[in-house]
């Protein structure tokens, strides 16, 4: 989504680079660095229209929900998420490969 919006494709790909970094620099003092990607989450500011149209965009057939984010919030903080570093994890159902 950069193109005909540059500030916000700019600004996304800078966050990607500074995870990559942030991973290397603070490992040694025990920081580890992700960021989430998620695809359309139905919080409420859709009109039916765009419900419709993001949901026949995703092939798991439903628009995400605040839950799902939270979801893997909560495994990246977890130890079972310890070894997870310096990564963009796209959360979104498969949004936009269809």
Do not use: C
């Amino acid at each position: 989504h950069s193109a005909f919006n540059l500030p916000y494709g700019t600004s996304k790909g800078a966050l990607d680079r500074l995870v990559t970094a942030a991973s290397i620099e603070l490992a040694s003092l025990g920081v580890r660095a992700n960021a989430i990607n998620p695809g359309p989450i139905d919080t409420g500011w859709m009109d039916s229209q765009t419900r419709d149209h993001l949901t026949a965009m995703t092939p798991a057939g439903r628009l995400g929900n605040p839950e799902d984010t939270a979801n893997l919030v909560a495994f990246l903080l977890s130890e079972q998420g310890g070894w997870v570093t310096g990564q963009v994890l796209h959360s979104n159902g498969g949004f936009g490969v269809v």
